[in-house]
């Protein structure tokens, strides 16, 4: 049986028993949901502050850097204007505050696998891996890298996930017995104009 009782009688329910402050100091004490190795990476992560850069060093890919001193066309003419958004600093040259990597098919390689292959990462798509790559390094030819490395990786090719709708079933054309029965026509266009035309038609018989 449910008996209803006014708000304005309840008196037990009053602002006196409300808590103002609650203490939440010893919640969750000493509890640790993910241990500490599930975040650790094989590759040694350093911070170096180099002026008003500051960069992560993965392993020793800058070192690899400062070894390398070839430098392309576009880089030597962007560093040559001085315009305050390429320097070069420790044999590193940074374009617009990222690191740039010199043409070493290897030292790139490296990158693209360290930036994509580990399991926190996780085989990124080729826009993720973009956006985690260009936040320090730069070359280059950068995204048709990283689509290329994504679009030959077994691995992610695997396990990506189909967004678009399965093909319907294929439907061949009955075999003609003879010249005329079955026409088929198609328009290719449109096309650059010539002699005032931009099309051209195909039938086929």
Not at 84 to 89: D, I, K, Q, S, Y
Not at 149 to 154: A, G, L
Not at 176 to 191: F, N, T
Request: glycine share 6%; charged share 35%; hydrophobic share 35%.
């Amino acid at each position: 049986m449910l008996k209803h009782i006014p708000g304005k009688t309840n008196m037990k329910a009053d602002i006196l028993s409300w808590k103002d402050q609650v203490n939440t100091k010893e919640d969750n004490k000493d509890v640790q949901l993910l241990k500490d190795k599930i975040w650790t990476r094989k590759t040694t992560t350093k911070v170096t502050i180099l002026g008003r850069k500051a960069i992560t060093e993965e392993g020793n890919i800058i070192k690899k850097i400062q070894k390398n001193n070839t430098r392309e066309k576009e880089v030597i003419q962007a560093l040559e204007k001085n315009d305050g958004l390429t320097w070069e600093e420790d044999g590193v040259a940074y374009m617009e505050e990222r690191v740039y990597v010199p043409n070493n098919k290897e030292l790139r390689e490296e990158i693209l696998r360290e930036h994509h292959d580990p399991a926190d990462i996780g085989h990124l798509g080729q826009h993720r891996m973009m956006e985690l790559l260009k936040r320090t390094y730069w070359w280059p030819g950068m995204k048709e890298d990283v689509k290329k490395y994504v679009q030959e990786c077994f691995k992610y090719q695997q396990n990506k996930v189909q967004h678009q709708k399965k093909a319907g079933e294929l439907h061949p054309l009955k075999i003609p017995q003879g010249p005329w029965q079955e026409i088929s026509i198609d328009i290719i266009g449109p096309l650059p104009k010539s002699n005032g035309m931009d099309a051209i038609v195909v039938i086929i018989d």
